[in-house]
């Protein structure tokens, strides 16, 4: 779980920095909501990293950094899925919205390995 924290959290800072630069270009999304989707990826995106490094060492505040953050992600992504929709770029929020809540499952159903840390 920890390498696949880490693996969304190299994506989305990545994504989010490419809606950042590239926020004009995006279709189907005014300039600023590209601008405000994404400076949450890339704070997700790096709170992810964060979290990736904190679950290789076995540190439950990263897995409850993790669960509260993925669970906050995926009720984002689906608000914004019902605001924006699926057009142009917005079908990422659906993408965003599958892997976040994968996460949040898979943290939650680990959650006991860190009893013993």
């Known amino acids: 779980m920890a390498v696949l924290a880490l693996i969304i959290g190299v994506i989305q800072v990545i994504a989010g920095l490419l ?5 004009g270009d995006v279709d189907g999304w005014s300039s600023g909501e590209a601008v405000v989707f994404g ?3 890339v704070v997700v995106g790096l709170i992810y ?3 990736g490094r904190g679950l290789q ?4 505040g990263a897995l409850f950094v993790g669960l509260f953050v993925s669970g906050l992600r995926t009720a984002y992504d689906l608000i914004w899925l019902l605001v924006v929709g699926l057009t142009g770029i917005g079908f990422s929020g659906l993408i965003g919205l599958i892997v976040n809540a994968l996460v949040f499952v898979a943290l939650w159903s ?3 390995a860190f009893s013993n840390a």
């Open 57 to 60: 060492k076995r540190n439950a």
């Open 19 to 23: 809606l950042l630069i590239f926020n």
């Open 49 to 51: 990293l964060w979290v």
């Open 39 to 41: 400076i949450v990826t």
């Open 110 to 112: 680990g959650r006991n």
